[in-house]
């Protein structure tokens, strides 16, 4: 059992969007055997509810099932921002409550949500300029970090 890769990527779009963390079930035996997926999200420079909205969750899962979908979604804003990211980990119990060792599975990945908004820019006085001066001059500096060039 593990998560498919150790990084995904996501864009943030004009809207509110679900997009899923796939988990692999592999090297299971042909015996009715349930196990228990512990599923936990974890707020790194990206937070619930600002940023993404994702519930804790155990899943239960069947030999025979080879994937699992877990779904999180990603909340439109329209404010600048730098790359942004939350953590998720996963841990497997047996039947009998018992956790399950994944030794060389994946069972943390990390979200990055790559910002889509505009850089703005703020000007915090007037400038003045004569009539007939054709050519105006304004020096503008960022104070944010930001993914966008």
Known sequence: VSFDREVYNVTEVPYNF????IINITGQTDIDFLYSLN??????SATRPMDYSAENRIC??????S??????????DTVDEPLES?????TVND??????DLWGAIQT??????DDDDV??????????REDNKTVIVCVRRTNETTQV
């Open 109 to 114: 990945t990390s979200v990055f949500i790559i």
């Open 18 to 21: 679900t997009d899923y963390l």
């Open 95 to 100: 039947s009998f409550n018992e956790e399950i």
């Open 120 to 129: 703005q820019f703020d000007i915090d006085e007037f400038i003045k300029v």
């Open 60 to 65: 239960s899962i069947y030999v025979g099932n």
């Open 67 to 76: 994937t699992l979908r877990v779904p999180f979604e990603i909340v439109f």
């Open 86 to 90: 939350f953590r998720v980990e996963l």
């Open 39 to 44: 599923i936990t999200f974890t707020d790194g």
